[in-house]
C-alpha cells in the first residue's frame, strides 16, 4: 500500500491542526505491529510520501494535489491519502475521476461523513471543506456513481440538491440497525466499478473521535467504522482512500483518541 500525506486545508473553521495528522497517523501506525485481522505490519517496507503545499496559494495547492494524485493513481494499485481537511477530496477525486475516463473505467465515489459538504460556490468564492463534493458533482462526476455513508445534517439547500441529483444515501440508522446490510450495500454499489472511499473522521459519534472541527452527535462507534473499514479492504476494486478532518490539536486532550483511531482504520486497510 501506498501511502500520501497531504497536508491541504482551507475550511471555514480552525483545522491547522489536521495539517499535521498525517504524521501523527503514521507514529501511531508504527506501534501497530499486527492488526485484527492477523496482518503483520511492517512500517519500515511501506511506501511513504508527502504533497509538500502552501495553503496560503490555493490554486497552486489545488495544482500539486491533482498532478500528484494523477500519477499516482497512474503507478499505484492502492493508494491511502492522509489529510488535511475534507478540502483535499475535491483534487484528488478531480484526479481519480480523469484517471478512470482515460483508462476506460467506472469512478465510483464512496463518502463517510456525517455532512453532505454541498453548500454551493455562491456562499465561498473557493473550494473549501463544505462544498467540495458539490463542486466535483457539479464539474462532472456521474452523482449515480456516489454513496454517501452515516450523513445526518444538511441544510434544505443541500438536500435539494441531492434529491435533484439522485445520490444514494445509506443513513446513520440504517448503519446502525444493520450494520452486515449495510456492508453488502456498499460493496453491491461498488461492484464492477473502480472505487475511491472517503473518510471524514466526523462520520463517527465524538464520543469516540472528538478532535474534528465540525462535531456532530449522534454518530457511528469506533467500533463500528473499524468493521466498517475491514470490509472496505476486501472490495476488489478498490483504488484510494482518504482520511480527513482529524485535527491533532484537539486532540491533545483526549491522550490521542482520534488520531489512534486513524492508525487502527490505516492499519485494517494493509490487509
Same mark, same amino acid.
Given at each position: 500500500? %501506498?501511502?500520501?500525506?497531504?497536508?491541504?486545508?482551507?475550511? @471555514?473553521?480552525?483545522?491547522?491542526?489536521?495539517? $499535521?495528522?498525517?504524521?501523527?497517523?503514521?507514529?501511531?501506525?508504527?506501534?501497530?505491529?499486527?492488526?485484527?485481522?492477523?496482518?503483520?505490519?511492517?512500517?519500515?517496507?511501506?511506501?511513504?510520501?508527502?504533497?509538500?503545499?502552501?495553503?496560503?496559494?490555493?490554486?497552486?495547492?489545488?495544482?500539486?494535489? %491533482? #498532478?500528484?494524485?494523477? /500519477?499516482?493513481?497512474?503507478? /499505484?494499485?492502492?493508494?491511502?491519502?492522509?489529510?488535511?481537511?475534507?478540502?483535499?477530496?475535491?483534487?484528488?477525486?478531480?484526479?481519480?475521476?480523469?484517471?478512470?475516463?482515460?483508462?476506460?473505467?467506472?469512478? =465510483?465515489?464512496?463518502?463517510?461523513?456525517?455532512?453532505?459538504? =454541498?453548500?454551493?460556490?455562491?456562499?465561498?468564492?473557493?473550494?473549501?471543506?463544505?462544498?467540495? &463534493?458539490?463542486?466535483?458533482?457539479?464539474?462532472?462526476?456521474?452523482?449515480?456513481?456516489?454513496? &454517501?455513508?452515516?450523513?445526518?445534517?444538511?441544510?434544505?439547500?443541500?438536500?435539494?440538491?441531492?434529491?435533484?441529483?439522485?445520490?444514494?444515501?445509506?443513513?446513520?440508522?440504517?448503519?446502525?440497525?444493520?450494520?452486515?446490510?449495510? =456492508?453488502?450495500?456498499?460493496?453491491?454499489?461498488?461492484?464492477? $466499478?473502480?472505487?475511491?472511499?472517503?473518510?471524514?473522521?466526523?462520520?463517527?459519534?465524538?464520543?469516540?473521535?472528538?478532535?474534528?472541527?465540525?462535531?456532530?452527535?449522534?454518530? &457511528?462507534?469506533?467500533?463500528?467504522?473499524?468493521?466498517?473499514?475491514?470490509?472496505?479492504?476486501?472490495?476488489?476494486?478498490? $483504488?484510494?482512500?482518504?482520511?480527513? #478532518?482529524?485535527?491533532?490539536? $484537539?486532540?491533545?486532550? %483526549?491522550?490521542?483518541?482520534?488520531?489512534?483511531?486513524?492508525?487502527?482504520?490505516?492499519?485494517?486497510? @494493509?490487509?
Amino acid at each position: 500500500m %501506498y501511502i500520501v500525506k497531504v497536508p491541504g486545508t482551507n475550511s @471555514l473553521d480552525n483545522s491547522e491542526g489536521c495539517q $499535521k495528522a498525517g504524521n501523527a497517523i503514521l507514529n501511531e501506525l508504527k506501534k501497530i505491529e499486527v492488526n485484527e485481522q492477523g496482518k503483520l505490519i511492517n512500517f519500515d517496507n511501506l511506501e511513504l510520501e508527502e504533497i509538500h503545499l502552501d495553503n496560503k496559494n490555493l490554486k497552486l495547492t489545488n495544482k500539486l494535489i %491533482y #498532478e500528484n494524485a494523477f /500519477k499516482d493513481f497512474q503507478e /499505484k494499485p492502492k493508494i491511502i491519502f492522509l489529510g488535511g481537511d475534507h478540502f483535499i477530496s475535491y483534487s484528488l477525486t478531480r484526479a481519480f475521476l480523469d484517471y478512470c475516463e482515460n483508462e476506460g473505467k467506472k469512478p =465510483c465515489l464512496i463518502v463517510f461523513d456525517a455532512h453532505a459538504d =454541498c453548500f454551493s460556490l455562491k456562499d465561498s468564492k473557493e473550494v473549501n471543506n463544505r462544498n467540495w &463534493l458539490r463542486n466535483l458533482i457539479e464539474e462532472g462526476f456521474p452523482a449515480e456513481n456516489i454513496l &454517501l455513508v452515516g450523513m445526518r445534517r444538511y441544510s434544505k439547500e443541500e438536500a435539494q440538491f441531492l434529491r435533484e441529483k439522485g445520490i444514494r444515501i445509506v443513513s446513520i440508522n440504517q448503519l446502525r440497525l444493520d450494520l452486515e446490510d449495510s =456492508c453488502d450495500v456498499l460493496m453491491e454499489f461498488s461492484n464492477g $466499478k473502480e472505487l475511491y472511499v472517503s473518510l471524514d473522521i466526523d462520520v463517527l459519534d465524538p464520543a469516540f473521535a472528538p478532535a474534528t472541527d465540525l462535531i456532530e452527535p449522534g454518530g &457511528l462507534t469506533s467500533r463500528e467504522i473499524v468493521y466498517l473499514f475491514q470490509r472496505v479492504s476486501k472490495i476488489k476494486l478498490l $483504488k484510494a482512500v482518504d482520511i480527513v #478532518e482529524i485535527n491533532i490539536e $484537539k486532540d491533545k486532550n %483526549y491522550r490521542d483518541l482520534t488520531v489512534k483511531l486513524g492508525a487502527k482504520i490505516v492499519s485494517e486497510l @494493509l490487509s
